[in-house]
Every structure is written in structure tokens, then in C-alpha cells.
């Protein structure tokens, strides 16, 4: 039973396509995360939303549109794909509790972008 | 302008020995940080945290040590397992909960049978 669960998995598109990846995650958490793992590979955040509210919105193209329908899903679109565009995509999710920050993750996402 | 560095991309270590992997830090905001183990095609599984009022947490074979002046943490597997086998990543964020974990580049550790 998969706590952080995205899909699709892979993705494969053409250059100004516009897709989407779904994240969904069933620990009750409130506060649910997308990071991109570029060719680096370094994972870095993208948005932050804590009970459907955005929190963190970091130096994102505008054509990343987080949506968050309830504090259970976060869903990412994406408008006109680009080259730059293929990476990983990890979405996360925690609890707000004290100090600790400790954020589940989702299997990933492979873009690929032709 | 890496805020969590991990110096060293690779470490091999034969089964049952101690592995050791390192990570610093540059930004003195960083209250909470975080060991991360991840497969190919697998998401990152937390493995073990440690608050910056400690200086050391243990959960079965895994020990992290934190040495705040030197902004300095390590990870220590002992014994090794080939099941260890895996991309490690250190992660580090401010006191509250819900901000951003920022992360390093990740050690690969190899642990031969």
C-alpha cells in the first residue's frame, strides 16, 4: 500500500506539449512537496502546499502549475515542455509537527522531453 | 551556491566493515538534518534525522553524528550489508516543519560480499 504514490511514471513528449504527473498520498498528511532531480542530480524544491495552500514557491517558469483539489493530492502541469524540462520530478509529504521535518517521497516521475 | 555538500560522490566498503559517509553544511539556519537512502527508479526512503540539540542518534545499525561548530554530520552503517547498497543524501532544513529540505549531491556506497 503506497504511502506517496505518483504517476505516470515515465513520460515521454515532444517539445511544447503540456502534461501533467499526479501525486497522491494516503499518511494523512497536511503538507505535500514537488523537487525536480535535474541532470546533476541534485534534488531541489519546486512548491510547497499546506492544506491546499501554496507555501513555497520557489524561481519556477510559469508554465509549472502546482494544483492542489485537497491536502491528500498535489498534481504539477506543465504548458509548452521544453528541452530543460526533463528531469525527475519527486513529489513529498509531512506532517507539521514541532521541528521535525521529515518528508516522504513518492517513486519519481521521469520526463523526457524530445 | 551549494548550501549542503557531500564531498565525496562514491564509497566502496566490504560486508560487515564499518561505511562512513560525510556531509557539511554552510548555512547556520539548518536546525534539523536528514539521512536519506535511495534505489535506481525509487524514490528517497528517510532513514534516520537528528536535531541540532543532539550530537548523536542511533537506530539499530545506523548512527548519525552532529558536530555543529564544524557544521558537520556523518552517517555511520555498521556492519555493512550488500542491502546498503545505495545513493545516500543528506538533507538539512531550518527549525520549522513544512520548509524545504535542502539537499546534497549524494554518495553512492557500494558494500561487496
Known amino acids: 500500500d503506497t504511502a506517496v504514490s505518483q504517476t505516470p511514471k515515465y513520460l515521454v513528449t515532444q517539445m511544447g506539449n503540456d502534461k501533467s504527473i499526479k501525486c497522491e498520498q494516503n499518511?494523512?498528511?497536511?503538507?505535500m512537496y514537488w523537487y525536480k532531480q535535474d541532470s546533476k542530480k541534485f534534488l531541489k524544491i519546486m512548491f510547497s502546499y499546506n492544506n491546499k495552500e501554496l507555501i513555497i514557491n520557489e524561481t519556477v517558469p510559469n508554465r509549472f502549475s502546482p494544483k492542489s483539489p485537497d491536502k491528500a493530492h498535489l498534481n504539477l502541469h506543465i504548458n509548452s515542455l521544453e528541452l530543460g524540462d526533463s528531469a525527475v520530478y519527486f513529489c513529498a509529504s509531512s506532517q507539521l509537527q514541532g521541528t521535525k521535518n521529515i518528508q516522504y517521497f513518492g517513486a519519481g516521475t521521469r520526463l523526457s522531453v524530445l | 551556491d551549494q548550501q549542503v555538500k557531500q564531498n565525496s560522490p562514491s564509497l566502496s566498503v566490504q560486508e560487515g566493515r564499518i561505511s562512513i559517509l560525510n556531509c557539511d553544511y554552510t548555512n547556520s539556519m539548518f536546525d534539523y538534518f536528514l539521512w536519506y537512502k535511495k534505489y535506481p527508479a525509487e524514490g528517497p526512503t528517510f532513514l534516520i534525522s537528528?536535531?541540532?540539540?543532539?550530537d548523536k542518534n542511533e537506530d539499530g545499525r545506523f548512527t548519525v553524528f552532529l558536530n555543529k561548530s564544524a557544521k558537520h554530520l556523518s552517517l555511520h552503517i555498521v556492519p555493512s550489508q550488500p542491502g546498503d547498497s545505495a545513493v545516500y543524501f543528506c538533507a538539512a532544513s531550518p527549525r520549522q516543519a513544512g520548509t524545504a529540505l535542502i539537499f546534497g549531491k549524494g554518495t553512492t556506497l557500494s558494500v561487496s560480499s
Open positions: 499518511l494523512g498528511h497536511d503538507t
Open positions: 537528528i536535531s541540532s540539540i543532539k
